[in-house]
């Protein structure tokens, strides 16, 4: 899940930060789902997918996370 958030906040040229004050999803949130100790949970991505216009089912496709447990 992650790679495609990196992904699309690279093609926009933002970074985590300017991501967590938009969304109201903190820093520390992004960071944990970047070194896999969790994975979101379905309102965070709910967030994100609003914010980057995107269908929320973009992020399951295909998930890099399985197996994980859910947080913030």
Do not use: C, Q
Request: overall charge neutral; proline content about 3%.
């Amino acid at each position: 899940m992650y790679k495609k958030y990196a992904k699309l906040r690279d093609e926009r040229n933002l970074t985590d930060y300017r991501v967590a004050v938009e969304t109201g999803i903190s820093t520390a949130t992004l960071s944990n789902w970047k070194n896999g100790n969790y994975v979101p949970k379905f309102d965070k991505l709910l967030l994100l997918a609003k914010y980057f216009g995107v269908p929320v089912e973009y992020f399951a496709e295909g998930s890099d996370s399985e197996g994980r447990e859910a947080h913030e």
